[in-house]
Structure formats: structure tokens, C-alpha cells
């Protein structure tokens, strides 16, 4: 039987710190490898966010690389977001993992 979710299609996780200029991509990957990435986010407690349009995006994005300044509109509203989470979680959300799953 296969245990792989048929909905998962692509993943993309984001880093962002504090001094430097733009969240960066630093993991990307298309079924078995996106479920290991969300499988590894959710392991750490980092925060997984589905939206397939955005995950469509960030896909063309290379690895290590900040992501355009076309997304940084879309990504800092997640980003806000998420640190409103934070104020209510004592364990500081570092990463996202972006989900694009088929509908």
C-alpha cells in the first residue's frame, strides 16, 4: 500500500533571520521529497502553510537563494502572521514550510 499522500504535490521551505535583506529557500522539492520536508517541519515544530500558488512560485526560486522582490508583498504577510503566532507560543517560529497541495 502506498503511504505517500496522492494531495502533496510541492513543498518549499523558507528561512528568514533577522539582518538579512529576504527570506531564503533552503529546501525544495516535488512528492516523496516534499513529504519529507513537511514530515522534517513538523518534526522540529516549524510551522507549515499551504498555498499553492505561492508554493508555484517559490518553486522557480534556487536553493540558498532570497526569494524575488515580486513575493515579498505575499511572504511578509505570512511572515506577519506568523509572528503574531509567535507572541502566543513560547517557542519562536524560525521557518515555514510551503505546501502546494492539489485540490
Partial sequence: MNK????IQNAVALAYHEGISAPKVV????????EQII???KEHGVYV?????LVSLLMQVDLD???P????????ELLAWLY???ADNP???KKTVETGKGL
Avoid: M, Q, W
Fill in 4 to 7: 505517500t499522500n496522492p494531495r
Fill in 27 to 34: 529546501a525544495k522539492g516535488k512528492g516523496v521529497i516534499a
Fill in 39 to 41: 514530515a522534517k517541519a
Fill in 49 to 53: 502553510h499551504e498555498s499553492k500558488e
Fill in 65 to 67: 537563494d532570497s526569494i
Fill in 69 to 76: 522582490p515580486l513575493l515579498y508583498v505575499a511572504v511578509a
Fill in 84 to 86: 503574531r503566532l509567535e
Fill in 91 to 93: 517557542n519562536p517560529i
